[in-house]
């Protein structure tokens, strides 16, 4: 499996969202490297980036991949978790089967609820619309219209530098596999539910039409030391959307986590 791996310290895993690469999730690093303390294990789950799908076929799949990528390279240490949209059921369930070993654990624009048809979701909403930036992105305009809240030129290259090329490198057979069997076998708040004690972070955003925030709210109370951030004017990339805004947040989760440890 491909890893990324950036400084020294306790290990903070990261994974990305559902047909994109570890490349979405980059733009957190500065925040992190500037926390200090932290090895920085950026993932390509299956079937993305250059990690390849091998038989991977479902999302157990993927949560089995990662966990056994994580024995090889972190043995026993802790370590804290980051998962990104798709990235985040499969840390929810990592964090939940390894809970005597996971420091923390961050949801950012999370997937809460695994069929599309049962989520809450708010209608699509634009605020800042601007053709010639959509336009200027060619072929990738339609997909980047798709989730931008705020179309500037600015967010438009923050999504071809960090989404675009994960969006292209994927494995679209692998992805179509997975796809079939997206859901996990049970939630892991079902499956564990013991309230998760360890410091964690829920972000999610207003204008995100993909897996709203409603649904990750109905799981607060599970996780009795979460933050929870719903953020206006932004959809489901919300770390593209809203930058200094989840910077902060990951900041203080990460702050949270390694006073809990000491």
Do not use: C, K
């Not at 500065?30 to 980036?49: C, I, K, N, T």
């Not at 799949?61 to 985040?88: C, K, Q, T, W, Y």
């Not at 309230?195 to 993909?210: G, S």
């Amino acid at each position: 499996m491909h890893v990324v791996e950036r400084g020294t310290g306790t290990p903070l895993v990261l994974l990305h969202g559902f047909g994109v690469d570890h490349r979405l999730l980059l733009p957190l690093d500065p925040a992190v490297e500037a926390a200090g303390g932290w090895r920085r294990l950026y993932v390509d789950l299956p079937g993305h980036g250059r990690s390849p799908a091998g038989d991977v076929a479902s999302t157990e799949g993927v949560a089995a991949a990662v966990r056994d990528e994580l024995a090889r390279r972190l043995g026993d240490e802790p370590f804290a978790i980051l998962g990104n949209s798709f990235g985040a059921m499969v840390a929810r369930r990592i964090a939940h089967d390894q809970r005597d070993r996971v420091l923390g654990l961050a949801t950012i624009a999370g997937a809460f609820v695994a069929e599309h048809d049962r989520r809450t979701v708010p209608e699509q909403q634009v605020l800042v619309e601007d053709a010639a930036v959509v336009a200027s992105l060619g072929d990738a305009g339609a997909d980047y219209a798709e989730v931008a809240v705020i179309q500037t030129r600015e967010n438009a290259q923050a999504y071809t530098e960090h989404a675009l090329p994960g969006v292209i490198a994927a494995d679209q057979d692998a992805m179509e596999r997975i796809a079939r069997r997206y859901a996990l076998e049970a939630e892991p708040e079902e499956a564990s539910p013991e309230p998760f004690a360890a410091p964690t972070l829920i972000v999610t955003a207003r204008q995100d039409q993909v897996v709203g925030y409603e649904d990750a709210w109905a799981r607060v109370e599970h996780y009795p030391r979460a933050t929870f951030a719903v953020l206006d004017a932004a959809g489901h990339n919300v770390h593209l959307d809203q930058p200094a805004l989840v910077a902060a947040l990951v900041t203080d989760w990460l702050r949270r986590v390694d006073a809990e440890r000491r």
